[in-house]
């Protein structure tokens, strides 16, 4: 079985200040799932054999077998599985690509064996901010600590130049840097912010405590300026950047701006917005 993992943008992504009950921050963000997407693929093993999940080139834990964990303690009493993901994903880079392999695995296992829905949300929503969103990947707002997901209608056409900087940024340090420069919104602005959508895109919060902690963003945001992006912002807690185009011909401006990047920053692609993504039924058979 096969499964797409779509990575995330996030359109805009206001913080407030952080909750006294888990210490984590209230936010309000609008996910935007990718065409850059890591790919999982399950295979049943026989009775006896313990569930595996191997990610060549990715070291240190990993979210998708949380996700299997957490659905074993469950209850999910479906054979044994070894799920193997293909990284396209920047690791360690603001676009949610250990959440996307999560929420794909949860996928995957529902398709062995059904799993009640709610019991597929309370996972994800335990294994972190980012992975209810991309259960159900689409355009998404999301509140709480970005946890708490209401599904949004499409947006106009437009499209993105990702741009992947050759550096990492823990999430965790990028909050503690952004408290340190103060730049939590009051909770009252917070919930204004939250009840104005459609609001702003192509704000976000966070961007200063990225560049505070990796410099370079700022010659990848001039870049994609440069190229020609209405918007340059970026990727939640960063470095990966973006720049986005609005139009009918957005996808066409992309290609030609995407052109310009591509010399001095050679990981850089066009991505478009996915909804709906499921297994890829032709390897299926």
Partial sequence: MHELAPGKVNLCLFLGPV????????????????????ELTLTVL???????????????????????AALRASGWDAPPVRIEIVKRIPVAAGMGGGSADAAAAL?????????????LDAIAASLGADVPAQLRPGLSLGTGAGELIEPLAPLPEHAFAIVPLPHALATASVYVEADRLGLGRPREELAAL??????QLGINDLEPAARSLCPPIDAALAAIRSAGAEAALV???GPTCAGVWWGP????????GIRTLVPDFPAASVAVPVAGIGHNSEQDR
Avoid: F
């Fill in 19 to 38: 909750r006294k009950e888990d210490g984590r921050h209230e936010l309000v963000t609008v996910y935007d799932s990718v065409s850059l997407c890591d």
């Fill in 46 to 68: 026989d009775a006896g054999a313990t569930d595996e999940v191997v990610c060549p080139g990715v070291e240190g834990p990993n979210l998708a077998a949380d996700a299997l």
């Fill in 107 to 119: 996928r995957l296992a529902e398709r062995v064996s059904p799993v009640p829905p709610q019991t």
């Fill in 194 to 199: 939250r009840s104005s959508w459609p609001g």
């Fill in 235 to 237: 990727c939640g807690s």
């Fill in 249 to 256: 011909d957005a996808r066409a401006r992309a290609d030609v």
